[in-house]
């Protein structure tokens, strides 16, 4: 019995990138990126968000084709045209929203793809399925709907999937983030089990303490670039502390250039303005809760969130905004409690949110430009009167706005989705900073802004803190936070795991904390 | 009020219930197949009125009701196809697309029809019937349920082939999928637009069927707008029959009891205003809709055209 077909021998190169390069307006995000993955292997590439995991990805399973530098398979050159084409070439993908119908059986699922005429073929898939997956030490119950199964199961539903198909490579794209810890152990025996039959695994995740344990070699990437390789022979050779030191030296350490880093002088004091105590918010099916959130912001401090994205930034920022209702805990603002207001009143009393969804929530986009400066304001004196529109007043403020804030707009009755990213961020500052800021919460304030909106905004926040403002400053960013931040709180699965003031090694101590490493 | 429950009252009301019922199961069927397939086909009453027309004017012109029938589902095929190039390959917006088709061909028919017979509605024979024997003997029932054309035996049967499709073909899995999960039938190697267009191109044959057969056996004639609703109907029948053909034809038959009582108790002489009784079908949506529309279960990709790649 031999399910998995011929078997490579451990070691040949089953997929070679090289110099493989890929470009999304605006952002590199693979550059020159050389990879070799070699059968009996688990290769675990390893990144923050951003750093161009996905994109790699993507052209392995056919979904993306890169723009330069060539993949071979098998040691010849190849273009992977389709998701179908990678699957023929004995390449399969698990991503990491899982493609399975939920309303089919297990068994349906696997036969989906036959010939549309034919009847699926249950009675010899099943024979098929247990040949796989009984020596991987998997029970799939065929008969079962996926929508009954859990995550981990329905991971191991695709993983026998692609084996059904004679993968070869085996990518599992974030395979862990959905997985309890005993999921997370179940799966790492799994994938050992695989490369033991001659299978490459692709693992990729974000967690170091993953690769640590279950990589036979480890690629970083880091901002679209490979930074580093650590080959079997060193892994293996490697105390478990000295991998670590090495892997955040490569992930986080400090590279020419970025010492450009400029935090804001704050004079000393001890005026706390916002207070948060014990802030939790329930959790729901597909977003963590909050839980025993506490910090404070002092005057003219920036207090950065760093986290990996999805780890509870939005909803501390809209719990605070008073957009999410919070089960439990005290927000305080210059000492007065802000916890039985609605968003508004909390607007009124000076905490301001700026959102990352600034086309969403943040503006109406087709309003003009002078309007979206005063949504918060419609229908109040001095702009409106009686409930009818003063357009001379709202002109000429919205004028002195728009030079104010620098923002770049044809004219002030164009429509405010027809700007620029950076424009509209700067007509959300403008709006949000606008009479009686005192704490303002920005949710990734440079996301998918340009390099000179980036800075502008950036210094818009510095500048804000320098007027005596407190500001959460959340991103994902981390090189943002360390060049602007004061203190630096870091978010994982909705709690704060850990403070760290900014400064020198400041980098590595958030970094190792963003992982689940004590600082 | 004897007349109420005589045999040749009962006769008559259940023979009228299956002719009412059948257009509504036709085109119940060929919707359900679209919306497990993830297109919501509101243009079912523009194909049903089209399979009408054609359907009358083929049977019209030939003297045959199989010709009829046939060119019925051709019309309701052709406005398929319309509706699957737009919706389902290029992609555009369902709903509205299907009532711009249902409008425009409701005015298309009623036009062409003036054009051909100005304002004379020509009839078509009776319907030559096929007896089943030994069960057409039957008293009541008999004659009520076994005397019909083939085309009734035709539809019913139609329910028992999509139990089979849907529970034990390849062709209803792939179906489903399209509907629930079109991005995992894509990864899985089959073609999403391909699937969903052969069940909409299914909903085109099985309406126009439908208003054909409402045309030349429920009238025996063609009349502008003829189908009054019946393809929404059939959508409703869709909905509630949660993916089972069965349900389809349990909903058909209770609206086809509802219209066939509206001229049963006008035949029976019953004192009741013909308005009220002309209400009962839509009565018996709406209370089926209370009663059961709470538990419909649609796919999750209903109304979603597909998009590889995007989430």
Not at chain 1, 396 to 419: C, K, M, Q
Not at chain 2, 146 to 171: D, E, G, P
Not at chain 2, 270 to 294: E, H, K, S
């Given at each position: ?26 952002i ?6 050389d ?11 390893l990144g ?11 052209m ?7 723009d330069?530098g ?8 190849t ?9 023929s ?19 349906e699922?696997?036969?989906l ?6 009847r ?32 981990g ?7 026998v ?6 993968s070869?490579?085996l ?23 695989l ?13 170091l ?76 099916a ?37 957009q ?8 305080r ?10 968003v508004?009143?909390r ?9 990352d ?66 424009n ?18 920005f ?18 926040i ?24 004061h ?7 909705g ?8 400064g020198?090694?400041a ?13 | 009020?004897?007349?109420l ?42 194909m ?10 083929g049977?019209?012109?030939s ?23 737009l ?22 028919t ?46 019913v ?5 999509m ?64 189908t ?20 389809v ?7 086809g ?5 509206t ?49």
């Amino acid at each position: 019995m031999e399910p998995i077909n011929e078997g490579p021998q451990t070691g040949q190169a089953i997929v070679t990138l090289e110099g493989v390069t890929k470009r999304f307006p605006g952002i590199i995000a693979n550059d020159q990126i050389d990879l070799e993955i070699s059968a009996g292997e688990v290769h675990v590439l390893l990144g923050e968000n951003g750093a161009g995991k996905s994109t790699l990805i993507g052209m392995l399973s056919g979904l993306q084709q890169p723009d330069g530098g060539r993949i071979l398979v098998d040691g010849v050159e190849t273009a992977i045209r389709s998701p179908s084409h990678a699957l023929s070439l004995g390449i399969g993908t698990v991503f990491q929203h899982n493609m399975l119908v939920p309303t089919l059986t297990v068994a349906e699922n696997l036969a989906l793809g036959g010939p549309w005429w034919q009847r699926p073929k249950i009675a010899e898939l099943a024979a098929r399925v247990a040949e796989i997956a009984r020596p991987l030490g998997i029970e799939i119950n065929l008969g079962a709907r996926v929508s009954e199964l859990s995550l981990g199961q329905q991971q191991q539903v695709e993983i026998v999937r692609a084996l059904l198909r004679e993968s070869r490579l085996l990518i599992l794209d974030e395979a862990t983030s959905m997985l309890t810890p005993q999921g997370i152990a179940e799966l790492g025996a799994l994938m050992r089990r695989l490369v033991e039959r001659g299978l490459a695994v692709v693992f990729i995740t974000h967690k170091l303490g993953e690769a640590a344990d279950f990589g036979d070699r480890v690629s970083i990437l880091k901002l679209g670039r490979k930074v580093g390789e650590i080959p079997p022979e060193r892994l293996r050779k490697l105390e478990r502390a000295a991998l670590v030191d090495e892997i955040v030296d490569k992930m986080f350490g400090r590279q020419a250039g970025d010492d450009a880093v400029s935090i804001p002088p704050r004079a000393a004091n001890d005026d706390v303005l916002l207070e948060v105590r014990d802030l939790s918010v329930p959790a729901t099916a597909d977003m963590p809760g909050l839980e025993a959130i506490s910090f404070t912001i002092g005057k003219g401090e920036i207090l950065g969130v760093a986290g990996i994205d999805g780890n509870g930034q939005k909803e501390l920022a809209e719990a605070l905004a008073g957009q999410r209702p919070a089960a439990g805990g005290s927000v305080r603002l210059g000492g007065q409690s802000l916890d039985d207001l609605e968003v508004g009143a909390r607007r009124r009393k000076g905490l301001r949110y700026l959102t990352d969804d600034r086309l969403g929530e943040g503006t109406v986009g087709p309003f003009p430009v002078s309007i979206n400066y005063f949504l918060k304001q419609i229908g109040e004196p001095p702009l409106w009167r009686s409930g009818i529109e003063r357009s001379r007043e709202i002109e000429s403020r919205a004028r002195s706005l728009t030079h104010l804030y620098d923002v770049r707009t044809p004219a002030l009755s164009t429509p405010v989705g027809r700007l620029s990213g950076g424009n509209i961020q700067k007509v959300l500052i403008a709006r949000e900073l606008a009479e009686g800021a005192k704490a303002v919460i920005f949710n990734k304030p440079t996301y998918g802004l340009d390099l000179a909106n980036t800075l502008a905004t950036r210094q818009r926040i510095r500048d804000i803190a320098g007027e005596g403002l407190a500001v959460l400053l959340i991103s994902t960013d981390l090189e943002e936070l360390l060049s602007m931040c004061h203190r630096i709180v870091v978010i994982s699965q909705g709690r704060l795991v850990g403070t760290v003031t900014n400064g020198p090694g400041a980098g590595e101590k958030v970094g190792r904390l963003m992982i689940g490493l004590a600082a | 009020m004897s007349g109420l429950f005589s045999n040749v009252f009962l006769t008559a009301l259940l023979f009228g219930a299956v002719t009412a019922a059948i257009p509504l199961l036709l085109a119940g069927l060929g919707e359900q197949m679209s919306e497990k397939a993830g297109v919501l086909n509101i243009g079912i009453e523009g194909m049903m009125i089209s399979g009408a027309y054609l359907g009358f004017v083929g049977a019209y012109y030939s003297g045959s009701f199989g010709v009829g029938f046939l060119t019925g589902a051709l019309g309701g095929i052709a406005v398929a196809a319309l509706m699957a190039l737009l919706c389902v390959r290029i992609g555009l917006n369902q709903i509205v697309i299907g009532i711009a088709l249902t409008l425009g061909l409701e005015g298309l028919t009623a036009l062409l029809h003036h054009f051909q017979f100005s304002r004379s509605y020509p009839r078509l024979p009776a319907v030559p019937i096929t007896e089943i024997p030994l069960l057409a003997d039957i008293p009541i029932l008999g004659p009520a349920l076994f005397k019909h054309h083939l085309i009734v035996y035709f539809s019913v049967a139609m329910v028992l082939v999509m139990i089979w499709v849907y529970r034990r073909s390849q062709l209803g899995l792939n179906l489903q999928a399209a509907g629930d999960k079109p991005a995992a039938l894509d990864v899985a190697g089959i073609d999403v637009i391909r699937t969903r267009t052969i069940a909409v191109l299914f909903t085109g044959t099985m309406a126009g069927l439908g208003g054909a057969f409402l045309a030349n056996v429920g009238a025996g004639l063609f009349i502008p707008f003829i189908t009054n609703g019946a393809g929404f109907l059939g959508i409703v029948l869709a909905m509630l029959a949660r993916g089972r053909p069965v349900w389809v034809l349990v909903g058909a038959l209770i609206f086809g009891m509802c219209l066939s009582l509206t001229t049963a108790a006008q035949v029976a002489g019953i004192n009741v205003p013909t308005d009220v009784i002309q209400m009962l079908p839509f009565l018996a949506v709406m209370v089926m809709l209370v009663l059961f529309g709470r538990r419909a279960s649609l796919p999750a990709a209903l109304g979603i055209p597909y998009e590889r790649g995007a989430r």
